[in-house]
Nanobody, 114 residues
Framework: QVQLVESGGGLVQAGESLRLSCVAS???????????MGWYRQAPGQQRALVAS???????DYADSVKGRFTISRDNVKNTVYLQMNSLKPEDTGVYYC?????WGQGTQVTVSS
C-alpha cells in the first residue's frame, strides 16, 4: 500500500520561502519514476486544486497563480517530490497535499501572514 508523507509546512510571513517534501513508501522505485507527481492546495472553504505537477520525464506544469514563484522537482532515488515556494503570499495559505496515482498524503499546513 502506497503511503505519502508530506513535511515542511509552517507559518511564515509574506515574501518568505518554504520547501515542502513528500516521501512515497510502499512503492517500487520504477513505479515511482514512471508516474506523474502532483502538489495540490486546499484553501479554507475551497476545493482542492492542483498547484504543480511533474511528469516522469521532468516536464512541469503550474497553476497560473504560482508560476515564477514555485518550483516542483523530484528525486527518483529517494522516492521524493519537492515543492520550493518562494515569495509566498497570504493567498498561498492552505493545506498542501501530494498525490501519487490515486493516493494522497495527509497534508501539511502552510500559513502565510501579511
Amino acid at each position: 500500500q502506497v503511503q505519502l508523507v508530506e513535511s515542511g509546512g509552517g507559518l511564515v510571513q509574506a515574501g518568505e520561502s518554504l520547501r515542502l517534501s513528500c516521501v512515497a513508501s510502499g512503492v517500487s522505485g520504477m513505479l515511482f519514476r514512471i508516474n506523474t507527481m502532483g502538489w495540490y492546495r486546499q484553501a479554507p472553504g475551497q476545493q482542492r486544486a492542483l498547484v504543480a505537477s511533474i511528469t516522469s520525464g521532468g516536464i512541469t506544469d503550474y497553476a497560473d497563480s504560482v508560476k515564477g514563484r514555485f518550483t516542483i522537482s523530484r528525486d527518483n532515488v529517494k522516492n521524493t517530490v519537492y515543492l520550493q515556494m518562494n515569495s509566498l503570499k497570504p493567498e498561498d495559505t492552505g493545506v498542501y497535499y501530494c498525490k501519487f496515482f490515486i493516493s494522497w498524503g495527509q497534508g501539511t499546513q502552510v500559513t502565510v501572514s501579511s
